[in-house]
Each structure stands twice: as structure tokens, then as C-alpha cells.
């Protein structure tokens, strides 16, 4: 078995947190009690994501096709959205952790949005310990094709032929990142469901069986350390 690679180390790291539902299915619990246990989750996981010293996490939250959920179950996740940020922004803000939030905000409500913005000025650290972004609203086709939509606006007021390459892309996209290293996907399911997938093209994949309120921050280290001992070749031969 390859030994971990501190060279090797992940920078930014990606979670699609699946299994909520799931979860307060099989303890006999409404679903919103999934999705409580899942942001105390969140919690545990921020602190080891700055504890190994990681440059961003990037959590995906709800997505574009999440709103074919129940109402009762997007009310209470706006609801969740509000307390969460009310509770834990002080101590992200006593780690440094800069809060980013990315995707169609606006569709949430005023007050989400109200809470989300005051988040992120609470949290606006010039040099963060982590920038944690949290997708809501999001959609990785959507991203891509409202990027191309400013890119050719932009054209068209400017009359000028842009130069756009593969890395200034990424400044038209919705997500504050670049590429990432490493994606995890807890709950079973082996696909992407539309998350980044520009920013995916040599990202690891790492699937994990447990459902987001059963994994732990031991967990999230067994994943980083996977990550350590494969050779990404970015298709050279090595």
C-alpha cells in the first residue's frame, strides 16, 4: 500500500453531503431532523478542515434541482439556514473562517439572504484560516452557461473580442474557487449531481458509504489521507 504524500497535501477540498433524508428515515425522524444532524456535521468537519490547514472547503448545500423537495422540507431548510449562521458565525468568525456563499441566492427569501449576507461581512478575514463556500441554489450547468452569458455580454458592451482561456473561465463562474483537489460524496450514490463541473476535470473522487449525519471528522481524515497516497498524472506518464 502507497505511504501518504505530505508533499501531496489537499488544498481545496469539495463535499457533496448526501443522506439527510436517508438518515432520519432509518431513526423514525421527520426529515428536517436529518438535516439539523447534518449541520452539526458541518461543524465538526469546518474545525478539522482548519485544523489541517486546508485552503478552502466547498460544501454543497441545495441544489438547482433540490426544489422539487416537499415545501414543508425547504421551509424547514430555510429556517435551518438562518439558525445556523445566527449560532455558528461567532465561532467561525473566532477560527477565521471566511464564509462564502455562492449559487441563486435571491430565491431563497429576504431574510435568508439578509442572514447570508451579514455572515459574510462578519467573516470578510483578508488572510481567512479557511474559506468555507457554501453552494445554495446551485446548479454546475447553469453556472456555466450564465457564465457565457456575462462573458458575451461583456462583449457586447466592450466591442471587443475577449480572450478567455481556460483559467480566466473560472473568473465568469458563480463558485470562488478554481480546481479542486479532492471531492467527497458521502451516502453511497458514485455520481456528481451536477456540482462544479467545471472546476472537476482532474479532481480525485472519493464515494463513502456513510450518510452525512453519520460521518465524522476521523472520517473526513481517512478521506485526506486517500487523497495523499494517489498519483494524480493529469495525464502525463510518470
Known sequence: MASANPANNPKNVGIIMDGNGRWAKQNSLITNRGHEKGVAVVK?????????????LTLYAFSTENWSRPKKEISGIKRLII???????????EQKVKLNFF???ETFGKKV???????????????????LNIALGYGGRSDIINGIRTIVDEAKKTKKDLQIDETSFFNYLSAPINDLDVLIRTGGDHRISNFLLYHIAYTELIFVDKLWPDFSSNDFQDCLNSFKKRKRRFGKRV
Open 83 to 93: 439558525e445556523a449562521i445566527h449560532e455558528q458565525v461567532p465561532e467561525l468568525a
Open 103 to 105: 449559487g441563486d441566492i
Open 44 to 56: 465538526e468537519v469546518v474545525k478539522e478542515a482548519v485544523r489541517q490547514k486546508l485552503q478552502s
Open 113 to 131: 439572504h439578509t442572514s447570508i449576507l451579514e455572515a459574510e461581512r462578519d467573516t470578510s478575514f483578508i488572510k481567512p484560516a479557511l474559506n
